[in-house]
């Protein structure tokens, strides 16, 4: 196993094209790490550098201590998942795990070993790993079918036992799960966390699904624009969003964002976003010595309560308000209610025992502590 560092590298294409922008992250020995970002963040071609797919623009690609800006791919040590299987239609899924290992084993190519001991012993040890491989993942009782005999998610698990045997340094996952239908999506993400905690192989998983990216990841690094913007546990990044971007790419549904104005100071500081949506900032928040200070205000949906329900926020009328409830989905054990309220819409995540029906005026309350402060220019958070 090795972990994997940039060293404030980018990736141009063409003139002025930069698709990754001075990248510098420490992936940990045995990690897994999930990219995550909107289409053309960045994150598959940083993954495609790992992989050597792509070279380097500027700055220092290291694999364990190894640095590898210029070491062909097939001397890498990694193996890759793509989205898209790449499985060979003709051979039967025995091969198509075993494959790498037949071209080149132990240092030689397979067909050069003339000793018949050794060719023995060889393909002992390849039939040996296939079949470790395949009883991981439960697909034994599948190596003897074709790719076109398999449903997506056994083709999937195909690719990721060609990836196993190879008892490589990293695992490189590009998207490995988007052409599964919801379930099995589920399902395998399971199967991909179990995995990497039996093998304990550093992973980079590629991916722009944010649940993905929550579920799996030991920490999570996102990237806009080729800039990475936060990188670290999931529920930090989720409950301390460094910027405007993060906390509103990260959580679903996303965070309501309103432009307000931090008024009063001190001890008597509110932020403010319109008559009927102001809000006291909790004791000692850098905001409050902020008078007059454009700022944006985020308020995640599950911060909001139905005033008429028991729950474990106390309502005062410093963070409550009123809201016409405009739509609501149910969803099982809560509703997402959408919300019109002093001049915004706002979006509700709202426990089942809920009474409110559509187009009823209601008032709610807020988690004041679960206030989000950003800078209306920089874009970062205060707090």
Known sequence: ?????????????????????QLDLDIRDGEFMVLVGPSGCGKTTALRMIAGLEEATDGDLLIGDRRVNDVPPKDRDIAMVFQNYALYPHMTVYENI?????????????WQITN???????KTSID????DAAKMLGIQHLLQR????LSGGQRQRVALGRAIVRKPKVFLMDEPLSNLDAKLRIQTRGELIRLHRDLGITTIYVTH????AMTMGQRIAIMSDGVL????????VYNEPANLFVATFIGAPPMNIM????????????????EGMKFPLPAGHPAAQMTGKKVHLGIRPEAIFDVGMNNPIATTESNTFEANVDVIEPLGPEYTMYLKAGGYDLLATIDHGSKLKPLENAKFCVNLEALHIFDAETKLAIR
């Open 128 to 131: 040996q790993r296939v079949q």
């Open 146 to 149: 074709r790719p076109k005999e």
């Open 209 to 212: 699904d944010q649940i993905e």
């Open 229 to 236: 913007q936060q990188c670290d546990h999931p529920e930090k």
């Open 259 to 274: 432009d307000a104005e931090i008024v009063g100071s001190g001890d008597t500081a509110w932020v403010k976003a319109s």
């Open 116 to 122: 018949p001991g050794e060719a023995k012993k060889i």
């Open 1 to 21: 196993m090795a972990g994997v560092t940039f060293r404030n590298v980018s990736k141009v294409f063409g003139q002025n094209v930069r698709a990754v922008n």
């Open 98 to 110: 075993s494959f790498g290992l037949r071209l080149r084993e132990l240092g030689g190519f397979f």
